[in-house]
């Protein structure tokens, strides 16, 4: 087993023990739903509460650096925080559900898959549904200015090898609600 694949099941089974409700987003989630390309960390979205981050992060303190108190600020912002595996250097990237509704969606539509991609070996975890994932990813892509190549060639990558089996009116619901229905078009028509 790899340093990567020992890591990443080690975190795993932090967020499993401390019965934390998780996902795995990002280019992890698109590379298993349509087309494989690296990545330089792994995107979790977790559903924390600011009380059990402490024992997270001492839970992983023999492996990895997690800063509880920069941990505990991040999800009290909004925002993310990461973890870094200590022999691999390894980044793991934690985004807190809050009360976001969307989150919320994704969390509760999310499934297991067993994957060997990004240099995982058969490791079951839970994954973001295609629909979702097009949509966080149509998202980052407006949030950065509609101008990353990764983010737009995941969704087209996605759509293609999802064909035929994608929810479209829940992709049309929420890309309305989320203010990206002109790129799912646009993704659509392509």
């Not at 023990?17 to 087309?35: C, D, Q, W």
């Not at 990004?118 to 295609?130: C, M």
């Not at 087209?156 to 890309?175: F, K, P, T």
């Not at 203010?179 to 993704?187: E, F, W």
Request: charged share 25%.
């Amino acid at each position: 087993m790899s340093d990567f694949s020992a890591a990443f099941e080690e975190l795993l089974a932090a967020l499993n023990r401390l019965e934390i409700p998780f996902l795995i987003g990002g280019s992890v989630a698109s590379g298993i739903h349509g087309i494989l390309r690296q990545t330089k960390d792994i995107d979790i979205v977790a559903d924390m509460a600011p009380a059990i981050v402490e024992e997270f992060c001492e839970v992983l303190a023999s492996s990895f650096y997690a800063d509880a108190e920069q941990a505990a600020l991040a999800i009290r912002d909004g925002r993310a925080f990461n973890v870094i595996h200590l022999k691999s250097a390894y980044k793991f990237d934690i985004f807190p559900a809050g009360k976001d509704r969307f989150v919320q969606s994704q969390l509760a539509r999310r499934r297991y898959a067993t994957t060997s991609i990004a240099g995982l070996e058969n490791i079951e975890f839970p994954v973001a549904s295609a629909e979702d994932t097009i949509l966080a990813k149509l998202v980052w892509f407006r949030k950065g200015g509609e101008v990353s190549d990764h983010q737009w060639h995941d969704v087209l990558g996605m759509m293609r090898v999802q064909a035929g089996r994608l929810d479209l009116d829940y992709l049309g619901e929420w890309a309305k609600e989320l203010g990206v229905s002109d790129l799912l078009g646009n993704a659509l028509d392509s």
